[in-house]
Every structure is written in C-alpha cells, then in structure tokens.
C-alpha cells in the first residue's frame, strides 16, 4: 500500500482542482466547489475545468463565487485545510482582478436598496377595509349609461 504524501511532497505534486479550491478557502466545502466546477464558473489557464484537473503553481484560475469574479494565480499546493492567513499565501490574486472587484463593490454600494423602494408593507386590516370600500362604491365603464341611450 503506497504511503500517503506528505504536505512537504504535497508542494512538488499535483493537487486536484477541487480539493486546492477548498484548501485555499475559496469554497466551503469539496461539494460546493465541485458544483460550481460543474456548472462552468471556475476555468484554469483560461479553459473550461473539471473537478479531477491537477493544478501546479503557476496555473492562473478565473472563478466567480457570487456577485465576485476573481483571477488568482497558484503559488502554492497543499492537501491540508489550514487557516485563512496559512489559505491565502497558496495564491496571488491579480491587479487587474482586484480593480474589478474593487469597482463592483463600488456600484453595489451605489446602487439603489430594493427595500426602500416599498413604502408601506402589507396592508392592514383597515387598510384591506378602505380597499373594499372603494371598490364598493366606485363606478366601473360598464354602469355608465352609453351617449346615444337615455339615462335611467
């Protein structure tokens, strides 16, 4: 039976895409990242990926987790989750990518809060009355008498 490898040999190996996406904390877990894998949001050296593709430092991987784009070049492999200081030095984001996300969160910021559109909620009880009321008593086309016909 061959002997699991070690962090140190880690380093020199390959890593598969998947696992370095939830090393490097991008993802919370292995599913998660599979999944996105899966539906085309993550691409390594600018091609479509799959979960299994071994990733070495140099390889420049594009994701989109959410609102956020991202394009991070791999310094690092590991096999082992560690913390989020230990997580970010396995890659390098890119300027470019960092100005964009930058100028993203900018106009989100910016941008308009659906809630404040809505003045009032739900209607109230005497709310729902008032609306029954007018439509009670209001006079729709069709009760109006037509020009040509004498008023009842």
Excluded: C, H
């Excluded at 991987?61 to 590991?78: F, I, W, Y």
């Excluded at 008032?130 to 009842?152: G, H, I, K, T, Y």
């Amino acid at each position: 039976m061959p002997a699991r490898p070690t962090p140190a040999a880690a380093e020199s190996a390959a890593v598969r895409l998947d696992k370095w996406l939830w090393v490097a904390r991008f993802f919370k877990t292995r599913s998660l990242a599979v999944e996105a894998i899966d539906k085309g949001r993550v691409q390594v050296n600018d091609a479509p990926a799959k979960p299994g593709r071994d990733l070495r430092p140099g390889d420049r991987v594009r994701l989109r987790n959410g609102p956020d784009e991202r394009t991070v070049v791999v310094q690092a492999l590991s096999l082992q989750r560690g913390s989020a200081t230990v997580a970010q030095t396995l890659y390098a984001e890119t300027a470019d990518s960092v100005l964009e996300r930058e100028r993203r969160q900018a106009l989100r910021r910016m941008g308009t809060e659906p809630a404040l559109a809505q003045s009032d909620g739900r209607p109230t009880k005497r709310d729902r009355r008032q609306l029954a009321d007018w439509n009670r008593w209001s006079a729709s086309v069709d009760d109006l008498p037509a020009p040509d016909e004498p008023a009842r």
